[in-house]
């Protein structure tokens, strides 16, 4: 592992305790947690019945979700051993029939066709740096007609700025970029990998998926505490979502 994914790990490896440290509120919120409306309207329809993974699960939160949505089963996976041990401590607390594995993205360890669907996202690309191996790497996964989803921050979130009353780029930022250094938080100090729209959708087609709907949208998927920043005020894009089947 190269330097610069090694100081990631280790930012996720510290900014995962807070899933232990706040173990009891994760509980309450898991056992209500809910898929995004529009998230609902994409994917409701494929979870009856089926075996989801879900690339860098993180908390799990959705997971719990999907299983209350009629998913079979979640398998998550992640390299922060705080999101795994967190995830499934929650998960097992509430009868869930998911669990957590610990693999380093974009190799899963899993097996050939072992999913009906891959759900990720919400803070997951900006952690790989080689889209076209996700992407095959999710295509092996699923089995055939399977469906990948991706609901994630949009390309252009970087550079905004969080001020309140005008949405402004950030100078130091630029779309085209490869990648910036997180100076916020929860992963202080992570280098954030940066993928065009089109290159999202150029890896993900060039796997060999059909794309069957890509979407817009103005509302970021996470506001942090106390920010209310002008570029989520409806008029930019925050998030966008992709849904692909396995041809
Ligand atoms: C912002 S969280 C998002 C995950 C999830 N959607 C959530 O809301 O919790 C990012 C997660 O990706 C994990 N991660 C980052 N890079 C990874 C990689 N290459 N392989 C596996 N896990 C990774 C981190 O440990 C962290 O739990």
């Given at each position: 592992m190269d330097e610069t994914a090694e100081t990631t790990r280790a930012a996720w490896a510290v900014a995962s305790q807070k899933y232990e440290r706040e173990?009891?509120?994760?509980?309450?919120?898991?056992?209500?947690?809910?898929?995004?409306?529009?998230?609902?309207a994409t994917i409701g329809a494929l979870l009856?019945?089926?075996?989801?993974?879900?690339?860098?699960?993180?908390?799990?939160?959705?997971?719990?979700?999907?299983?209350?949505?009629?998913?079979?089963?979640?398998?998550?996976?992640?390299?922060s051993p705080a999101a795994l041990g967190s995830a499934q401590r929650r998960a097992d607390a509430l009868g869930a029939p998911c669990r957590y594995t610990r693999a380093t993205l974009p190799g899963s360890g899993l097996p050939d066709a072992c999913a009906d669907l891959?759900?990720?996202?919400?803070?997951?690309?900006?952690?790989?740096?080689d889209l076209d191996a996700f992407f095959a790497e999710v295509h092996r996964l699923l089995r055939p007609h399977g469906h990948v989803f991706v609901h994630e921050a949009h390309p252009l979130v970087p550079l905004w700025t969080w001020e309140p009353e005008e949405i402004r780029v950030r100078p130091d930022r630029g779309y085209f970029e490869r990648q910036h250094?997180?100076?916020?938080?929860?992963?202080?100090?992570?280098?954030?990998?940066?993928?065009?729209?089109?290159?999202?959708?150029?890896?993900?087609?060039?796997?060999?998926?059909?794309?069957?709907?890509?979407?817009?949208?103005p509302e970021p998927f996470w506001r942090p505490d106390g920010a209310t920043a002008a570029a989520w005020d409806g008029?930019?894009?925050n998030t966008f979502?992709?849904?692909a089947r396995r041809v």
């Open positions: 173990h009891e509120e994760h509980l309450a919120a898991g056992r209500t947690a809910e898929l995004l409306p529009s998230e609902v009856p019945g089926a075996d989801v993974v879900h690339p860098l699960s993180g908390h799990g939160l959705d997971d719990l979700a999907m299983v209350r949505l009629g998913a079979r089963s979640v398998h998550g996976l992640d390299y891959v759900y990720t996202g919400k803070g997951a690309l900006i952690w790989l740096a250094v997180n100076d916020t938080f929860p992963a202080h100090g992570a280098v954030e990998q940066q993928h065009p729209l089109a290159e999202v959708v150029m890896a993900c087609t060039g796997a060999g998926f059909t794309l069957e709907h890509l979407a817009e949208h008029r930019v894009p979502s992709l849904l």
